[in-house]
């Protein structure tokens, strides 16, 4: 038996049993010892693995530096990363400049005398990477996912969502947010900061008052709102000035997709109504805040103390290095990506993953045909969507072409404006190109993984398929329990609440009868009343959303309960009719602990209200322990009994996929 068999048991203890609480049975070794880093807010198997891409990453990053500065021939992609990390690192330069690289957008603002002037300026801004007041991106078209349209998407906002300027528990952080407003503007030399940054405060909580909140932004049909460009300027007629400031041409705005029609409504009386000096100290703001991890120590002092110190209850500033690493890779990921791979992903990973991702698929397809819930049309549509699936492991077969962003070895500034400016020009070619499958929405050394409704596929980057997730030497059960309950996990999102809602081509279009549909929204139903009865240890008195959660947790559940099917159908194909006991643990039971290691989690306080207001996944201990409380294959494997902490009666447990 190898170390990395033993891996997913040897951080249990055995004093809290894993029939009572499984997350702390199988972690609390780990919770004895482990401290959440102070550049961090939040701390487990996740960030372990962010950790080493990080590290690999910077290696590689140092090693073009190191190249270039030795003056040997490199290619155009190392001058580049070593260009972009080499302006990042250049802290002397950095700190003589203070707030010069931005005088030049301050002094435009300042000019400005007129409300078009100013829609204008936020829209050339836009294009460097400057927030604005909408969000804007190519996206399939829901009602015909062959082709790429601008999509618009309510923003505008400095605190973390709409219900902070809102609910009462949040007045204290509005209250603080106004002061870092005003130590902000100051020092971007702004007259009267106080009153500026009241203005902005007041200012953004008008905008609020007309975003949507994340329950009903996560409603596939409610946001899909396909209007012509007439239509979209009745909706907000001064929007059409801040496309030609974007230089964003008329064949682009055609036919768009608004996600939150009715805030472009409210932001179009608010940009007539609101005095022109608030909206210019505004746009100062997003200036300042957009640039502000890029300027001076002051403003990146600022910037940490209320973002991540107080919202976030982060106690140390990230390490430059690390913070030049993140600027590094989000102006060139798959420049990086490529050298990550040849470095860190072996072929026989890839291998490996792909003859999972078929198990995976394999068993989602035996469980829907056996649906007792679901009528026999159904079934044949979400078998024909399943058939349509297409997973992407590993790294792309087409890299993202870098050549045409311009850097300076010692200019940050300009080299951020420029890395976003080509970002926001390759959105706008994707309407041009139509849609290309070939595309990643995530970098090979990002930690993470994804299904993409509008496409029907699911990619797993390489830097997930590592240990505690999965590993090519590993025994069967503890791979299945780990990667094989996270692809199960992506594919589910396809079967949740809102994935549902598409069919195999990617299309928004129902492929339900209306019996099915009700059968569906009874069980998820009860899986909203389950996790809205949680709440998390370090933030008691917050309840989780179950409503907002609810595509994850479907991903959860029928991640973990498919994973266990496919692990059952790989020991049948390998002729084995009982995995082996080892160490007197048996496979059923190291499945569990293996989803159990992956979600060990240390979070700060402040952190987890952050989290737990706008995040849509449930706090780990929830996504650990809640998710088998639902599987009779858990409660067979541990010998539950009532009165047990994980012990759930078979009446009330929700089994979906």
């Known amino acids: 038996m190898t170390a990395e068999t033993t891996n997913a048991l040897q951080y249990r203890d055995d004093s809290i049993r894993p029939q009572d609480d499984l997350y702390r049975h199988s972690n609390g070794k780990w919770f004895e010892t482990a401290t959440i880093p102070s550049d961090q807010g939040i701390y487990g198997s996740f960030m372990e693995l962010r950790d ?31 260009h972009l990390y080499g302006s990042f690192m250049s802290e002397e330069i950095i700190e003589e400049r203070g707030a010069a690289p931005v005088a030049g957008y301050l002094e435009a603002i300042n000019e400005v005398d007129s409300l078009e002037g100013l829609l204008e300026l936020s829209g050339a801004f836009y294009r460097k990477g400057i927030s604005g007041f909408v969000d804007i991106g190519a996206m399939n078209d829901a009602g015909d996912p062959e082709r790429n349209l601008l999509t618009f998407l309510q923003a505008g906002l400095g605190l973390p969502d709409e219900s902070y300027y809102r609910e009462e528990q949040f007045a204290q952080t509005v209250a603080d947010y106004r002061e870092h407003l005003t130590r902000l503007l100051a020092l971007g030399g702004v007259a009267d900061a106080d009153a500026a940054a009241a203005s902005v405060v007041d200012l953004e909580s008008a905008i609020a008052s007309h975003h949507w909140d994340r329950v009903k932004v996560r409603d596939a049909q409610a946001r899909y709102n396909l209007l012509n460009g007439d239509a979209l300027f009745e909706l907000i007629p001064s929007l059409r000035t801040w496309l030609a400031g974007a230089g964003i041409e008329e064949k682009y705005f055609g036919e768009v997709v608004v996600w939150q029609p009715s805030y472009l409504q409210g932001l179009s009386s608010l940009l007539n109504e609101q005095p022109l000096q608030a909206w210019k100290n505004w746009l100062t703001v997003q200036v300042l805040r957009s640039f502000a991890p890029y300027l001076s120590s002051a403003f990146v002092n600022e910037n940490f103390a209320f973002y991540s110190a107080k919202l976030g209850g982060v106690e140390q500033l990230k390490d430059r290095w690390k913070r030049g690493v993140t600027f590094t890779e989000g102006a060139v990921g798959e420049d990086l990506g490529q050298l990550y791979v040849a470095k860190n992903f072996p072929p026989e990973a890839k291998t490996a993953m792909d003859a999972l991702v078929q198990r995976l698929i394999e068993a989602y397809r035996i469980s829907i045909s056996n649906l007792p819930w679901m009528g026999s049309d159904t079934i044949e549509k979400a078998l024909d969507k399943l058939s349509k699936f297409r997973p992407k492991i590993g790294y792309p077969d087409q890299w993202i072409d870098y050549s ?32 290309d499958r070939e595309l990643w929405f995530m970098y090979p050394q990002t930690v993470n993984a994804y299904y993409h409704p509008l496409l029907n596929e699911i990619a797993f980057p390489a830097a997930i398929l590592r240990p505690p997730f999965f590993d090519v030497d590993r025994d069967i059960a503890s791979n299945f329990g780990g990667i094989g309950a996270v692809i199960g996990h992506e594919i589910g999102h396809g079967f949740d609440d809102q994935g549902s809602q598409y069919d195999g081509s990617g299309q928004l279009t129902n492929w339900w009868t209306d019996e099915d549909r009700e059968a569906f929204e009874k069980l998820t139903g009860k899986l909203v009343e389950q996790y809205n009865a949680l709440s998390p240890t370090e933030a008691p008195e917050h309840h989780v ?60 306080p402040e952190t987890a209200v952050v989290r737990v207001t706008t995040d849509p996944h449930a706090p780990g201990e929830f996504r650990c322990n809640q998710v088998p409380k639902n599987l009779d294959a858990f409660h067979a494997a541990f010998d539950t009994k009532p009165g047990d902490g994980m012990w759930l009666e078979p009446e009330e447990r929700v089994v979906i996929w």
Request: proline share 1%; hydrophobic share 45%.
């Open 404 to 435: 045409s962003i311009e850097t300076d070895p010692l200019d940050l500034i300009a080299n951020r404006a420029a890395a976003n400016e080509f970002e926001f020009k390759r959105e706008l070619k994707k309407i041009d190109d139509g849609v």
């Open 52 to 82: 080493q891409s990080e590290a690999a990453v910077h290696e590689l990053i140092t090693e073009a530096v190191a190249a270039v500065e030795a003056g040997e021939e490199v290619t155009d992609a190392t001058k580049r990363i070593a």
């Open 545 to 604: 959303n179950g409503a907002l959660t609810l595509g994850e947790n479907i991903g959860d559940l029928g991640g973990l309960g498919i994973a266990y099917k496919a692990y059952k159908l790989e020991l049948a194909a390998n002729g084995i009719v009982e995995d082996e006991v080892i160490d007197g643990v048996t496979g059923d039971q190291r499945f569990f602990y293996s989803w159990a290691e992956c979600w060990r989690t240390l979070i700060r």
